[in-house]
């Protein structure tokens, strides 16, 4: 049986995310354009010796395709921090868990901010994907363990958890006192 060393409460909160470090699929991909931009350089290089205008024009489009890729890949990482969203999460000093609309391998690394509410208080850490597991209504629960958090940080959310597992036994007895 797993021994947890922090209770866990559901709470809703702010949480955004980013992966850290790239799959080896995405490597690939960077990489290979890497090596193609290179090659197109080389080539608009002796080109624009021969013909200086058709080597102008392939720079600019070659420019051009370039601010695209960096707009797409922008618009991706806008995406995970659209991601920064309130939801309803289960979450102790040790991880957290919440349903995502996609997909994320286990073993991930993630960069996470919570924003914890009602105060209005900002925590960040990293962690691992412990499992992402798929929901039957097509959602996936992400499970996170926390691996790296600065000691002050770990305390706000102590801090919080504490107050929000007080607030709930409050409420809780609240509902029992009016059966």
Known sequence: MERRQYFRINDTLGVSYRLIGASKK????WSSLTALDEQINQLLGG???TQPLLGKLLALMNQKLE??????MLDGELMQKMASRVGEVNISACGIGFNHS???DDNSQVALKLHLLPHDTHVAAEGRVVECKKLPE???YWRITFTRMAEVE??????HLIGRQRQQ???ARAQNDDL
């Open 138 to 140: 097509g959602q996936y």
């Open 26 to 29: 995405e490597e690939t991909f």
């Open 102 to 104: 996609q997909a994320v």
């Open 47 to 49: 080109l624009s010796k």
């Open 169 to 171: 036994i409050r409420e």
């Open 154 to 159: 770990r305390d706000l959310l102590i801090q």
């Open 67 to 72: 601010r695209i890729a960096n707009q797409l």
